[in-house]
């Protein structure tokens, strides 16, 4: 399963304002392609975010993400409902995220991915930090490797890999 952060992540962290006085962020295409990719494949995805405005969910209700999570400023409830109900156990988990508040679930999952832009400690808390800005593809990055290397990657499995080098 892969769970992803909203700001700085799915996004490039910039806001404006519209006429109507209501929050608006940019999404890119790629990492919602990328993420129905996944759930085609069989994979679950989830986000969990601390703001809330209509454009992320709308943006989440196109894509039919099931697991979805807004004002979580204490990400780790809602990462904690999400295993509850899928099953799943932490080293099943891949979690992109890039602030402090994305530090406990970061350090508890399986894989825990982040962007150039994330703050420091979050780097450090990180195995991989994407090429791709958040906002930019950085998810779509991620879902890449998850579909290449993940527990439901097509191809040989890492024990087929490591039998052909022993024969």
């Known amino acids: 399963m892969l769970i992803c952060d909203v700001d700085g992540v799915l996004t490039d ?5 519209d006429s ?10 790629k990492d919602g392609v990328g993420m129905k990719l996944l759930m085609d494949e069989g ?21 039919n993400i099931k697991h979805f999570y807004l004002e979580a400023a204490d990400k780790v409830g809602p990462f904690q409902e999400i295993l509850k109900n899928t099953g799943y156990k932490v ?11 994305d ?26 930090v994407t090429k791709t800005g958040g906002g ?3 998810v779509r990055e991620v879902v890449d490797l998850i579909r ?3 527990a439901l ?15």
């Open 153 to 167: 990657a097509k191809g040989p499995s890492k024990n087929q890999i490591k039998k052909r080098k022993a024969s």
């Open 103 to 128: 530090i406990p679930i970061l350090e508890a999952v399986g894989f825990a991915a982040t962007v150039p832009g994330a703050v420091s400690e979050v780097k450090k808390a990180a195995h991989y």
């Open 148 to 150: 290449q290397h993940g």
């Open 13 to 17: 962290g910039r806001l404006w304002i």
């Open 136 to 138: 930019l593809g950085a």
């Open 43 to 63: 994979y679950e995805v989830g986000v969990i975010s601390g703001g809330k405005s209509d454009d992320v969910v709308q943006r989440m209700s196109f894509l």
């Open 20 to 29: 109507e006085g209501k929050w608006r962020r940019f999404f890119h295409v």
């Open 91 to 101: 080293e099943e988990i891949a979690f992109i995220g890039d602030e402090i508040f």
